[in-house]
């Protein structure tokens, strides 16, 4: 099994940055392909970032070039740096795993087993 805990949310100012981390534990976790998905009241769960066990990386057009999903391997910990945040970003931002995750199904949310409790990110204007 694979557990995920979440930290980093909180309230920040637009134009601001913000780092999210999610700390693995279990014995194939750095096998697994990480992600980063968000979710708004009244809307569906949305992937933001993920990056595959072998490297292939998936970034949502919104968040390109502000945005960057990162794992450190020794400590079973995957990041997402979000900088220049908008008031759009606001939301609950979830970690997930998945493991047999091919490079094509970094964008679903089937591919992923696991997941984090969700951490609150707000973007004040």
């Known amino acids: 099994q694979v557990q995920l805990v979440e930290s980093g949310g909180g309230l920040v100012q637009a134009g601001g940055s913000l780092r999210l981390s999610c700390a693995g534990s279990?014995?194939?976790?750095?096998?697994?392909?990480m992600s980063w998905f968000r979710q708004v009241p009244g809307k569906e769960r949305e992937i933001v970032a993920a990056?595959?066990?072998?490297?292939?990386?998936y970034y949502t057009d919104s968040v390109k070039g502000r945005f960057t999903i990162s794992r450190d391997y020794a400590k079973h910990t995957a990041y997402l740096q979000m900088n220049s945040l908008k008031p759009e970003d606001t939301a609950v931002y979830y970690c997930?795993?998945?493991?047999?995750?091919?490079?094509?199904?970094?964008?679903?949310?089937?591919?992923?087993?696991?997941w984090g409790q969700g951490t609150q990110v707000t973007v004040s204007s």
């Open positions: 997930a795993a998945g493991n047999y995750v091919s490079d094509y199904g970094l964008d679903r949310r089937g591919s992923y087993q696991y």
């Open positions: 990056r595959g066990w072998s490297g292939g990386l």
């Open positions: 279990g014995r194939t976790f750095s096998g697994y392909a």
